[in-house]
């Protein structure tokens, strides 16, 4: 899985961008391969290493098999930290007033007075059964108020790009997304980007 930025963007942020999905590109590779080092031994990452007598397994190479598990928990950790590291890159690269320092308290309180002002920046033609929309709830009509960190200020142009950079950068990882539902309700839904619900795309 991979995902590009937009030409236009060639400043310093998005080179950092590009710089940590080299290093993503990087530790996901080492992370399969640390899998089919268990793969090839017929076993995960709970299987036993010992027989019922409580000695280690002659069937399998128990040091590769438990030097693979240690690496891949490392492998794990580091991908954690970086994905953090990218999401936060991104909205640089989007929304250049945002910093990646955190917040101090009086940006929290300016944050949470000014949240009620968010406008729509997309709206949901329309979602798939089973998809990662469906699971989250979205429902076709939706006004889309916050998606992540990217709000209507993230969008130059009418081009979703930021969105679709997001959502590439965080397959299998939780997005708060915050909706406005056709009563006027505003409605806040976890959605989790991710391949093989049986449809095309992250999304749905």
């Given at each position: ?168 950068a965080q397959e299998n990882q939780e997005v708060i997304i915050e909706v406005l539902r056709s009563d006027n309700r505003r409605v806040r839904l976890t959605f989790i980007p991710r391949r093989g619900w049986g449809g095309r795309g992250l999304l749905g």
């Amino acid at each position: 899985m991979g995902f590009t930025l937009p030409p236009r963007l060639n400043n310093p942020s998005a080179d950092n961008v590009r710089s940590l999905m080299a290093r993503k590109d990087a530790i996901e590779a080492e992370m399969e391969a640390q899998f089919s080092i268990l793969q090839s031994n017929a076993v995960n990452m709970d299987t036993p290493l010992v027989d019922p007598e409580g000695f280690p397994r002659a069937d399998i190479d128990v040091w590769a098999v438990r030097h693979a598990r240690v690496r891949i928990i490392e492998l794990r950790n580091d991908h954690k930290a970086l994905m953090d590291k990218i999401m936060l890159a991104l909205q640089e690269v989007y929304d250049p007033a945002v910093q990646s320092q955190p917040a101090s308290a009086s940006d929290l309180s300016t944050d949470n007075a000014s949240e009620g002002a968010l406008q729509p920046f997309a709206r949901v033609d329309g979602v798939a059964p089973g998809s990662p929309a469906a699971s989250a709830g979205l429902l076709r009509e939706d006004l889309v108020l916050s998606f992540g960190p990217l709000t209507k200020s993230s969008f130059a142009t009418s081009s979703l790009q930021p969105l679709a950079e997001l959502v590439a950068a965080q397959e299998n990882q939780e997005v708060i997304i915050e909706v406005l539902r056709s009563d006027n309700r505003r409605v806040r839904l976890t959605f989790i980007p991710r391949r093989g619900w049986g449809g095309r795309g992250l999304l749905g």
